[in-house]
């Protein structure tokens, strides 16, 4: 292509995402799994995110960890508005955002060498020159001992959509209009095909269940994922092949269920598994077994392997883990994308009230359970972080409770007229945290005083937002009605998780008094040195 855009749909901006993968204490984890020493996150560090879209994650994560230098691009500028936009009202001072190319980028003087190079997707939307960018920009850039994560569409699950996006494209291209439109009209034609006995359709199956999904699917994503010039899935050797040029090999999936196989595979799969020594065909048996269409993998440059003790003492003694969703709410089994598992008894009625306590190392959770075994618990846990009920904390720097507030509190501005701001920001976490946007109503409600819900109601008519979580309503009596009814679970589910975070981020002191007159609620929200025992004490997870 002649332009700028290389090939890359600009028709419509990308979507506002938050990817946890992307965490530097979450591939600092995965690496401790796989028996590698990952970077120091307890001392400045540097990470560079290619292709950010909105620098929504970008954002997040620089609040989370001040520690580090973040440093994003992407070369729509809308989308590199939006970011510093946030960053600017947010007052983070360690995010710097580019609208370069990623040639540009590799060709600028001002740049430090990074320990996390981190690109989600990318791969497989832009063109083999611009591929080569970005190899050449891990080959200049990427510190000996750094982290990169790259994730694409994979072969073979991707095999069976290459029909439904030349089928798509092919459509679209014929349309005139807006883009939207255009690609609503382009899935209703192909959902006509796909009615007639198509036989593509019936013989690929995953196929049909993507097409269907495209009823509920955000028409910019769509945009996005299958109408760029380039839309290439990859098998993972290729992957290897190619990243191999800078200095990178392959260490794992950075999906921590696959850390325990026998979640994803059936006996008689693990044991042919088990026969297989070479690790390229390995990775490529596991993706034929579990048909993968989308692969989050991890690489490094020179990375040092630990010892067994070195890597037991920082798994079972030196991480932490919390609670990051109330125990009422876990489930005793849990379906995975390719599996499922249930947690043991001990573990559901007494390790899982505990993290609700506070954070507890493995070793720890041991003493106090008079377990001799660790594995045990380890196993379990890292279902759990699968699950997104269990997290692993990081070390809090001091600056990280400003930090945090300053986003949380832009974030509850901007999350009652825009969902998609919907993640608040959690230190000891190092990452974020999904609300839904009637939480960030109320939040923000509370916030500035208006937390009745008749006053809630005029302000967001005032605003002429109509509905949330994806209801609307015809008459302020309704919303009023429907606030009425979700307050008191949102007060006594929502609140005890997000209090440690949301409320001391958004909320004043002299606000708080406030609404704990109004409410008569002693423990409803906590701040920076003021310790409450609660049935769901995560405080350390939001604020040390």
Not at 205 to 232: C, G, I, M, V
Request: charged share 20%.
């Amino acid at each position: 292509m002649a332009d700028w855009t290389d090939g890359y749909n600009l028709d419509v901006e990308y979507t506002k995402g938050f990817y946890r993968e992307l965490a530097p204490g979450y591939l600092c984890y995965i690496m401790t799994t796989q028996g590698y020493e990952a970077p120091d996150i307890t001392q400045p560090y540097t990470y560079c995110e290619l292709g950010c879209g909105h620098g929504y994650t970008t954002n997040i994560l620089a609040a989370a960890n001040p520690l580090g230098e973040f440093y994003a691009t992407d070369f729509e500028p809308a989308h590199i508005a939006n970011a510093k936009s946030l960053a600017r009202d947010a007052q983070l001072k360690n995010v710097h955002f580019f609208d370069d190319s990623f040639a540009e980028l590799g060709q600028r003087d001002d740049l430090p060498q990074f320990d996390f190079i981190v690109f989600h997707g990318i791969l497989s939307w832009v063109s083999p020159a611009v591929q080569q960018d970005i190899v050449q920009f891990l080959k200049r850039r990427l510190k000996v001992g750094g982290v990169v994560y790259a994730s694409y569409n994979a072969m073979p699950g991707c095999g069976s959509l290459l029909g439904l996006r030349a089928l798509l494209k092919a459509h679209i291209q014929t349309l005139g209009g807006n883009a939207v439109d255009r690609i609503d009209a382009a899935v209703q034609f192909v959902q006509q095909v796909a009615a007639q006995n198509s036989a593509y359709f019936q013989q690929h199956p995953t196929a049909k269940a993507r097409l269907d999904s495209f009823e509920t699917a955000n028409k910019h994503y769509l945009s996005h994922e299958y109408l760029h010039e380039y839309w290439q899935p990859f098998f993972h050797h290729e992957i290897v092949s190619m990243l191999t040029a800078a200095k990178l090999k392959f260490i794992s999936v950075a999906e921590i269920d696959a850390v325990f196989e026998s979640c994803c595979f059936t006996p008689e799969q693990h044991a042919i598994l088990q026969t297989i020594t070479d690790p390229i065909l390995l990775e490529q048996v596991k993706d034929t077994f579990l048909n993968r269409t989308f692969r989050r993998d991890l690489f490094v440059r020179g990375a040092r392997k630990l010892t067994h003790v070195e890597q037991r003492v920082r798994l079972f003694e030196s991480t932490r883990f919390t609670l990051t969703k109330p125990v009422a709410h876990i489930p005793a089994e849990h379906g995975l994308a390719n599996g499922s598992f249930t947690f043991s008894e001990i573990f559901h009625s007494q390790v899982l009230p505990l993290l609700a306590q506070q954070p507890h190392s493995i070793a720890e959770l041991c003493v106090a359970l008079s377990e001799p075994n660790p594995n045990v618990f380890y196993q379990q846990l890292v279902l759990a972080i699968a699950t997104q009920c269990v997290y692993p904390t990081i070390p809090v720097s001091g600056d990280a409770v400003e930090t945090c507030r300053a986003l949380n509190r832009v974030t509850a501005e901007r999350g009652i007229l825009d969902p998609s701001y919907c993640i608040l920001v959690a230190p000891v976490l190092g990452s974020g945290f999904p609300l839904d946007n009637l939480s960030i109503m109320l939040l923000s409600a509370v916030a500035k005083g208006e937390f009745e819900p008749a006053a809630l109601v005029q302000k967001l008519q005032r605003f002429g937002v109509t509905g949330f979580l994806g209801k609307v309503f015809t008459s302020s009596a309704e919303m009023q009605l429907e606030f009425e009814r979700l307050w008191p679970i949102f007060e006594s589910e929502q609140l005890p998780l997000l209090r440690k975070c949301t409320s001391s981020s958004v909320v004043s002191s002299k606000q708080y008094s406030r609404f704990n007159k109004k409410r008569n609620i002693l423990t409803l929200f906590c701040f920076p040195k003021h310790r409450v025992s609660t049935p769901l004490n995560a405080l350390s997870m939001f604020w040390k």
